[in-house]
């Protein structure tokens, strides 16, 4: 079981956020991310995709430019043919315009490049500093959290590792829905941190982020599974569990770590799933802002501790199989057979433990693996007022009411 984790032990630096970088440095090092293959090279598929179409766009509209400012040019240089030089200049100058907006494209594309490499640059070195790693991007995380199967072109990006006193993961994280006018990107920051066992799936909804049409989550649960805990806890958050682990999620979130819930991690959505525990905005986590870390690292900081209360945790629905494993099998031909001395009970062996007391193996039974999911009816509400508004509008009803 990992241990407690000890402020002290990993103290907070967030110098390399703010430090001066050397730009050779940073370029040197982003060479070293490509040729090593932790960084895609700038001109994989989609990128030499999308620079082909670029400069096919920049071209045509270079030479529409060039054409129109010519033949205005042309007139104005006609004009002014007994002018001595101006004639001249006035021709000259839509390729003076056309260089420099060649210029300027030019310098965007370098500053970006730059500024990309000094971003990463500096969290590697914030990661080394605080005893962790850094990656630049992955292509569609494993992991079971509900955001990370959902729609196309999934990536995390700067991702900060740390593998004491358990893993966790800082990253950000796109997706894409919809396709065409309908295509939209996703947005969100996650704290993904490995627990010591399977636990029952469960939701903390964070009512402190939820927009106009309810949960700003991803996903809609059935309300059958929501369970009120005592206090003020349902003030800042919404617990939905699978149903008959009321107790188990109970056991799990004692006052003392509804508390420190409340108190550092009101403003993000909770996700407990298998063994993991995701922390959810719909915000980039991974910056180059020191409060941002600060904030993510106090509220990881105060829920590691309380890690080791779920460890304990077992689903009694598995006492069953535990009782049908091969140990508890060979046990059971121990007792039976003639294996132990002749004259003395199977029972008054010290180191055997009744089968009815096995401790459940770790894990979670099925029916508590996964909530079930529900039917957002507020949206599509929403949905269909906006379409019989539309409806009437164009058949003119509105106008009977309405008009003058």
Known sequence: MAAPADPRSYPFDARPLVEPVDPAAARAFAQEL????????????????????????????????????????????????????FGVLFAVVPFVIIGGIVAIAVWVVVAARRSGNARMFRLDRFARANGMSYLPRMAAPALPGMIFSLGSSRQASDLVRGERPRFVEFANYRYTTGSGKNRSTHTWGYVAVKLDVPLPHIVLDATGNNGLFGSNLPATFDKDQRLSLEGDFDRYFSLSCPAGYETDALYLFTPDIMARFIDNAAALDVEIVDDWLFLYAKRDFSTLDPATWAWLFSVVGALLDKFAQWARWRDDRLRAAARSTPDASAHASLETSGAVSPGVAATAVPFTPPLDTLRPPPGVAPQGRRLQRGVPWVTFIAMGAVVLFWILSQTGVIGMFFGG
């Open 34 to 85: 490509r040729r090593t293959g932790r960084l895609p090279s700038a001109l994989s598929d989609s990128g030499i995709a999308m620079v082909i179409i670029l400069s096919i766009v920049a071209i045509v509209f270079a030479s529409t430019i060039l054409t129109v400012m010519t033949t205005i040019a042309a007139g104005i240089a006609s004009s002014f043919a007994g002018e001595g030089g």
